[in-house]
């Protein structure tokens, strides 16, 4: 029997839904078939010996797997080397000249050590920005692994500060539409692609609109760039274009509801204005945002404008982790000395990280929050650890999440129905052997660059 064929029966303290209702369940089970959730099965109706695996632990909360909208696999490697720069000298030093000297085992390395480190932090759908080369290295490690994702060729054909690193337009046009012919809707659409211009400063107008033209050929991919991180950025695309980032993308016809803008850190009040009459995405990095000193986006007035707001780790090293509990904390805390105690609280940041997360990706029929006939893209987390709340009264379940947990507090994950992590074990990756490997990897690479 295919593994997401049984029958399993999830038992847990509580359900936290992140359905409309943000419905929290108590004495429910969940019951799991073909990588999906059938249905919620009160306690007094259980009947435990109709299913072929039991889960039964009521200690632990079941929440939907965490959602992350802005993640660079290829970068994870470079962790702890590239510290204390802005933005454009952090690419031009260190991020640029190491992923030039990517070969396709580093980068097997590196997409490795992400997706242990996502899935033991609860996370199962992410949204990577690639890398120029070898990108079918990335989607084969992700078709392994089991997590759900997008990935795609991080497209340059203009590159100032570190000209080594890009192609032609004509190369990048040619090997997007062979990676996203392999690999988009791969694995029953587990995989899928997403159109990744690098940023303004590197990419040529007739590849960031011809590239939006061919992602329209592939229905449930997305188009994900970089904008408005960074003053110095900003500055440079004026100079180029005699306009702000967002207009400029605006100008040249790429801003839709699938398009994902990461960062969006300084923005215009027309440019606000175009984000949300687009409907388009905005992928929010504060660990990012703080560790590179570009600002802090102002978030509250694009959740106030009904702007759609979602989490990403960004890179390895420009936060240095990747964990989804750092970013729900930072985003909340970095506003409340400005926007009052009352702005982005809890709830508001779980859902950021999950169903607003789905939505994002238009993946919210499938994934998000906990709801029968979704994906079982599940995670099983310990909310009464010595650092959590010592209540009893259920209220302070989404504090406790977003405030006061870690990856530590995981314990289990599931993606399409599959254990991917059971009781803190990866079942996906011998951590031993992939820092070790990677370690070897990383002392070649630098002497590459
Ligand atoms: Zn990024």
Redesign the pocket.
Known sequence: MNNNQKKLLIIPKRIITADDEDRILQNTAVEIKDGKIISFIPDNQIQKDKYDELYDDRNLTLIPGFIQT?I?LSQTLFRGLAEDLPLLEWLRLKIFPFENAHTENSLKMSAQLSINELLLGGTTTFLD?GTLRSGEVVFSEMINSGIRGFSGKCLMDVNDLFPALMSSTDVEINEIQTLAENFHNSKDGRIKYSFSPRFVLSCTERLLKETKAIMKDYPGSVYHT?SSENVDEIKEVKKRFHKENIEYFDSIGVLDEHTVL?HCVHTSENERKMLKDKNTKIAHCPSANMKLGSGIAPIPKYLKEGISVTLGA??APCNNNLSIFNEMRLASLIQKPVHGTEIMDAKTLFRMATIEGAKALHLQDEVGSIEPGKKADLVLINLDSYSNSYSDSGETVYSDIVFSSSAENVKSVMVDGEWLVKDRQSLVYDQKEIVAKSREELRELLKRV
């Open positions: 802005h660079h920005m970089h990461a960004d890179g």
